[in-house]
């Protein structure tokens, strides 16, 4: 069963275009989307091969599959080596974050607003509001990590879908609070965490709020970051992400933020759906999102072999389908039944005319009166005597 507050049947319906899911942009690679339905081309296929080779020659192989190696390639330019070392750093967090530390400090920080989830853009990508004046106040970095993990572990199993929701929107709040006041072992940390264990996960980030010293701030940053991260940020001094109202409707962002839905005041955790208006009046809803019959037609061809399921979409086109043959099949018995009147007439007075032997004596004996024609009715069952008549 579905939640309407995590995923709905529109966001099974969503398949990204190919422009949408691999791209370049100044010569530079681009894939959003890895998984579910998604084919490699040729060129990813054969590094795959290539580096798979690598991985048996240093004895070896995790049990991951070909599109979280890729994932994995693709943060880190395709560099073996590199990827090498990420793949063995992402296994070892993985032993010491999991299984999550979920008590009474991390449900507090949760609560806190320091992160949090507030809607969706037109692709159904959740949008993460990061408060950096709270998340400085938070003095203990073990329990932020942990807190974040809880709260992005959350979004990954309830809010994305393999193949078809892979990224999320961050809006990050600075408050006018310059990056440098985060101490810098901190923010490192932090930003190694995410550009480590959550790779190839963010759509756009738009930090606002920003100081008038963003610039020398920044410098500092990007050199924590991935190249490909640092294309994707934008930054505002003004409270208003501009550039996400492009791709999210209004409805989807607080009114702080330039959006029209109210302020969260105390309601951070756990997430829930904000509003129903997901698509901007310049979108083609058509364009977006694949019919009910087209999602049946590529679960029937084993295309969603890969993807996560909606049953209930399924069990709508399943009774549609029951309803739609037990319609068909009371139409062909009608048809069968009601016979042409011509046609019963003339079958009528074939059996009077031929089988007159037949009746005669059984209907004078019956009503005691002389058999005539008008005596014998309609055969209760007429496909029975017409098929009689054949013989």
């Known amino acids: 069963m579905i939640n309407r507050q995590t995923l709905f049947q529109e966001c099974f319906l969503l398949f990204p275009k190919q422009e949408e899911i691999c791209y370049i942009v100044d010569k530079i690679k681009v894939r959003k989307i890895f998984e579910g339905q998604v084919e490699f081309d040729q060129q990813e296929i054969e590094i795959l091969k290539q580096f798979e080779a690598y991985l048996i020659s240093k004895r070896f192989m995790p049990k991951w599959t070909e599109p979280q190696l890729l994932r994995m390639l693709y943060a880190t330019k395709f560099k073996f080596e590199k990827t090498y070392a990420a793949i063995q750093a992402y296994i070892q967090w993985k032993k010491q974050a999991f299984p999550l530390k979920e008590n009474q400090e991390t449900t507090k920080f949760l609560s806190s607003g320091s992160i949090y989830l507030h809607g969706r853009d037109n692709r159904f990508r959740p949008i993460i509001v990061v408060n950096a004046i709270k998340l400085a106040a938070q003095k203990n970095i073990d329990i932020t990590l942990d807190s974040m993990t809880i709260f992005l572990e959350h979004v990954l199993a309830n809010y994305m879908l393999p193949g078809q929701i892979e990224n999320w929107v961050v809006v990050m709040d600075l408050g006018g609070l310059g990056i440098t006041s985060l101490p810098r072992q901190q923010l490192q940390r932090v930003l190694d965490y995410l550009q480590n264990n959550y790779r190839s996960r963010m759509h756009k980030c738009y930090v606002i709020n920003c100081p008038s010293t963003i610039t020398f701030s920044w410098n500092i940053v990007k050199g924590f970051l991935e190249e490909i991260t640092v294309r994707k940020i934008s930054f505002e001094k003004s409270s208003i992400p501009t550039g996400l109202f492009e791709h999210c409707h209004k409805s989807q962002v607080e009114q702080k933020y330039g959006g029209i839905s109210s302020n969260i005041q105390n309601t951070f955790w756990p997430p829930y759906e904000i509003s129903q208006e997901y698509f901007l009046?310049?979108?083609?809803?058509?364009?977006?999102?694949?019919?009910?019959?087209?999602?049946?037609?590529?679960?029937?061809?084993?295309?969603?072999?890969?993807?996560?399921?909606?049953?209930?979409?399924?069990?709508?086109?399943?009774?549609?389908?029951?309803?739609?043959?037990?319609?068909?099949?009371?139409?062909?018995?009608?048809?069968?039944?009601?016979?042409?009147?011509?046609?019963?007439?003339?079958?009528?007075?074939?059996l009077?005319?031929?089988?007159?032997?037949?009746?005669?004596?059984?209907v004078e004996e019956s009503f005691e009166m002389p058999f005539c024609e008008t005596t014998i009715q309609l055969p209760f069952n007429f496909i029975a005597h017409k098929k009689m008549l054949k013989h």
Do not use: M
């Open 281 to 350: 009046a310049t979108d083609n809803i058509k364009d977006i999102l694949i019919s009910k019959q087209q999602y049946n037609q590529l679960f029937q061809f084993g295309k969603l072999s890969k993807n996560r399921l909606c049953k209930e979409l399924l069990e709508d086109i399943r009774q549609s389908q029951q309803n739609t043959n037990t319609d068909q099949h009371l139409d062909k018995k009608l048809k069968e039944e009601v016979p042409d009147p011509e046609e019963e007439q003339l079958v009528i007075n074939n």
């Open 352 to 362: 009077i005319q031929n089988n007159q032997d037949f009746y005669k004596p059984r």
